[in-house]
């Protein structure tokens, strides 16, 4: 078997989905190469996939309405990414968010059809969908709240906890874009943490 779909049926192991449907889910997937800077799902077009990441690191962004790019979340290693996709009146899904490579990614894509096949088959398969919707709205309320609640430092702080790396991996100008702060700002920010 393929390390990728290893690495995959791995991460979906703890959903209980009997092997026959693994197998099957793993026959409708497929392992995907993305350069750095590849712009895998775009805001507004339609979402008919999402991504298990198996190297690499992702980020989801906005266009502004002054044209300013604001990063969302990153996704990394062993997590899933897509654009959000919301339900519209002609029965499928419009990216919310874009969703840009940061560095070179190997990914296996997961057609939403190959989910509905597993969900008619498996009420396993029915939890593990859901389960894959729950954990990106989550993310996204903890970014909403940690944005609320918590201190840029502390968020800046907790960057290496969250994401391993982060900051050899991406950035400056992305990672400041992802705390809602300016490059400058976050440069002495840095600065201030090494001093103390």
């Known amino acids: 078997m393929n ?18 449907h693994i197998l ?3 026959q409708l997937c497929e392992v995907v190469s993305m350069n750095k800077g590849e712009v895998i799902l775009k805001s507004g077009l339609k979402v008919n996939c999402i991504y298990f990441i198996c190297n690499g690191i992702v980020r989801n962004y906005i266009f502004t309405d002054n044209g300013e790019i604001k990063t969302y979340g990153f996704r990394i290693e062993n997590m899933l990414v897509t654009g959000y996709g919301l339900h519209n009146y002609q029965n499928e899904y419009r990216a919310k968010v874009s969703v840009e490579c940061l560095e070179d990614c190997t990914m296996i894509k997961i057609p939403l059809s190959a989910l509905k096949i597993l969900e008619e088959n498996s009420s396993v398969s029915q939890k593990v969908a859901r389960h894959l919707a729950e954990n990106h709205v989550l993310g996204l309320v903890d970014f909403i709240i940690d944005v609320d609640t918590k201190s840029l430092l502390d968020r800046y702080n907790n960057l290496d906890n969250l994401f391993p790396n982060i900051h050899q ?10 705390l809602g702060t300016t490059p400058v700002h976050l440069s002495r920010l840095k600065n201030a943490r090494k001093a103390s």
């Open 24 to 26: 099957q889910l793993n």
């Open 169 to 178: 991996r991406v950035p400056q100008h992305i990672l400041a874009s992802y």
């Open 3 to 20: 390390k990728y779909f290893t690495q995959f049926n791995a991460f979906i192991a703890p959903y209980g989905l009997a092997e026959p």
